[in-house]
């Protein structure tokens, strides 16, 4: 009995020591919140005191932060009214973790997280990265061509039972959200608006995998949400659903890396209204399988190009961190052609309002020897602007294999429609294009295409 008792003692002297660990305010470590003084070290002693299962929180206020390091088995809570800001101070940032291998392949960022299991960061609190020029530079020197040093916001690398819950996140100086082999990921009711700098991606997954978003709000200078494939791990199961997504440059672009590829990706009920410089781009160029892509009830209101499917053959193997390369006379780099195929698109409603030609239209297109197989669309129905000449009915659009995958780069198309090259089993069920002012190009423009099929 005596024994018992000293058991039971120790049980309680131990609960409570936890309870008080997890329940230590702000004010026990000294936290100002005046948007003034660095406070990194205090809210990394709280992170660092947070026992199993514990949340660290933050109160109301305004707190100047370097990177802070995050743990598995804790809730980071930003409480309303809290803002943690990004120091604007790069020598505050720690460089003792993994950085990026695509580009811009920054080594910095405000939140970070590697190897950690169930974490959650939550709040109705933000996360503000003050990414702006003047802060952090595109560049430090054009003339020698040396890209300016800027922090992302958030990185987490080989995480698993991550939650990104309601949380706000804007003004990261380069990419938003960069997740890298992480796996069950879910983030739901969170609002992006990041288009402070240059590179403002919202969502990059990098060779993630079970990854849910949903009721998101992402405003985002580059691309929205953004899968990427930098290793031989396939990026697989992804849904996103009942999102808004608006950008300057995608709202859902795969394959800006695609050395594995991606496998089974959902996009549900989601409004990509207002996006520039194409909305969805489905992409493999690195020698990655990219399959079973559903896509369905999505609204495009006011934007450019609404998709683009290209298999190419930059075959970029990612074996070092590496810049991208946008000119003109660029060759493979070693990978092979992989594989583009299945892939569902319907219900979509889309108006492309925009005065740059090149920019608007569908293409979908592999390579000489390597098709894109296995495409339907169903039921959808896109306005274009018209306005097309014989010139441009006239054009031959270059093979460029090799080069970085954006649509507009390969100018104005000789349909005003869909243009489809390089394909097999390609239908159209149901699909209604229609042009608002006379074009002298034709509604589809089929080249080395088999098996097309418009019901």
């Given at each position: 009995?005596?024994?018992?008792?000293?058991?039971?003692?120790?049980?309680?002297?131990?609960?409570?020591?936890?309870?008080?660990?997890?329940?230590?305010?702000?004010?026990?470590?000294?936290?100002?919140?005046?948007?003034?003084?660095?406070?990194?070290?205090?809210?990394?002693?709280?992170?660092?005191?947070?026992?199993?299962?514990?949340?660290?929180?933050?109160?109301?206020?305004?707190?100047?932060?370097?990177?802070?390091?995050?743990?598995?088995?804790?809730?980071?809570?930003?409480?309303?009214?809290?803002?943690?800001?990004?120091?604007?101070?790069?020598?505050?940032?720690?460089?003792?973790?993994?950085?990026?291998?695509?580009?811009?392949?920054?080594?910095?960022?405000?939140?970070?997280?590697?190897?950690?299991?169930?974490?959650?960061?939550?709040?109705?609190?933000?996360?503000?990265?003050?990414?702006?020029?003047?802060?952090?530079?595109?560049?430090?020197?054009?003339?020698?061509?040396?890209?300016?040093d800027r922090p992302m916001l958030i990185r987490f690398v080989?995480?698993?039972?991550?939650?990104?819950?309601?949380?706000?996140?804007?003004?990261?100086?380069?990419?938003?959200?960069?997740?890298?082999?992480?796996?069950?990921?879910?983030?739901?009711?969170?609002?992006?608006?990041?288009?402070?700098?240059?590179?403002?991606?919202?969502?990059?997954?990098?060779?993630?995998?079970?990854?849910?978003?949903?009721?998101?709000?992402?405003?985002?200078?580059?691309?929205?949400?953004?899968?990427?494939?930098?290793?031989?791990?396939?990026?697989?199961?992804?849904?996103?659903?009942?999102?808004?997504?608006?950008?300057?440059?995608?709202?859902?672009?795969?394959?800006?890396?695609?050395?594995?590829?991606?496998?089974?990706?959902?996009?549900?009920?989601?409004?990509?209204?207002?996006?520039?410089?194409?909305?969805?781009?489905?992409?493999?160029?690195?020698?990655?399988?990219?399959?079973?892509?559903?896509?369905?009830?999505?609204?495009?209101?006011?934007?450019?190009?609404?998709?683009?499917?290209?298999?190419?053959?930059?075959?970029?193997?990612?074996?070092?961190?590496?810049?991208?390369?946008?000119?003109?006379?660029?060759?493979?780099?070693?990978?092979?052609?992989?594989?583009?195929?299945?892939?569902?698109?319907?219900?979509?409603?889309?108006?492309?309002?925009?005065?740059?030609?090149?920019?608007?239209?569908?293409?979908?297109?592999?390579?000489?020897?390597?098709?894109?197989?296995?495409?339907?669309?169903?039921?959808?129905?896109?306005?274009?602007?018209?306005?097309?000449?014989?010139?441009?009915?006239?054009?031959?659009?270059?093979?460029?294999?090799?080069?970085?995958?954006?649509?507009?780069?390969f100018g104005v198309l000789p349909s005003w429609g869909a243009?489809?090259?390089?394909?097999?089993?390609?239908?159209?069920?149901?699909?209604r294009l229609t042009s608002r002012t006379p074009d002298a190009?034709?509604?589809?423009?089929?080249?080395?295409?088999?098996?097309?099929?418009?019901?």
């Amino acid at each position: 009995m005596r024994d018992r008792k000293k058991v039971l003692g120790f049980v309680v002297v131990v609960m409570a020591a936890l309870l008080a660990a997890s329940c230590r305010t702000a004010p026990d470590y000294g936290l100002k919140g005046d948007g003034k003084t660095l406070e990194t070290a205090a809210i990394q002693a709280m992170i660092d005191a947070c026992p199993p299962g514990g949340t660290v929180k933050i109160p109301a206020g305004e707190y100047v932060v370097g990177t802070l390091k995050l743990k598995g088995g804790m809730t980071f809570h930003l409480e309303e009214g809290a803002v943690l800001l990004g120091s604007t101070n790069l020598a505050d940032y720690a460089r003792d973790i993994q950085g990026a291998i695509e580009a811009p392949a920054f080594d910095e960022c405000l939140l970070y997280a590697e190897n950690a299991t169930n974490l959650t960061l939550s709040g109705k609190g933000v996360v503000d990265g003050r990414g702006y020029k003047e802060h952090f530079p595109e560049w430090i020197s054009r003339e020698d061509n040396v890209l300016g040093d800027r922090p992302m916001l958030i990185r987490f690398v080989g995480c698993r039972n991550l939650t990104l819950n309601e949380v706000t996140l804007k003004n990261a100086a380069s990419w938003c959200t960069h997740m890298v082999d992480c796996e069950d990921v879910v983030a739901r009711g969170v609002t992006i608006d990041s288009q402070a700098n240059k590179n403002n991606d919202g969502f990059d997954l990098d060779g993630c995998k079970n990854v849910l978003i949903e009721y998101c709000t992402i405003f985002s200078g580059d691309d929205s949400i953004c899968p990427k494939s930098t290793t031989t791990r396939i990026t697989e199961n992804i849904t996103v659903r009942n999102c808004r997504a608006k950008s300057h440059t995608a709202a859902f672009k795969c394959g800006t890396s695609s050395r594995g590829g991606f496998r089974n990706i959902t996009i549900a009920d989601c409004d990509f209204s207002g996006t520039r410089m194409g909305v969805i781009k489905l992409l493999s160029v690195d020698g990655g399988l990219l399959e079973n892509i559903n896509i369905s009830n999505i609204r495009m209101d006011d934007v450019e190009g609404p998709l683009f499917i290209r298999l190419g053959g930059r075959g970029r193997i990612y074996d070092r961190p590496t810049e991208q390369v946008y000119g003109e006379e660029v060759k493979s780099e070693g990978a092979p052609p992989g594989v583009v195929r299945h892939i569902r698109i319907s219900n979509i409603r889309a108006t492309v309002k925009g005065d740059i030609p090149k920019r608007n239209g569908i293409m979908i297109s592999g390579i000489p020897g390597h098709c894109i197989e296995d495409v339907v669309l169903k039921d959808v129905e896109i306005s274009f602007p018209g306005g097309g000449t014989a010139a441009d009915a006239a054009r031959e659009i270059a093979e460029d294999a090799a080069r970085y995958p954006e649509q507009f780069f390969f100018g104005v198309l000789p349909s005003w429609g869909a243009y489809i090259r390089h394909a097999k089993n390609v239908t159209f069920d149901n699909v209604r294009l229609t042009s608002r002012t006379p074009d002298a190009r034709e509604r589809l423009v089929l080249v080395d295409t088999e098996g097309f099929v418009e019901k």
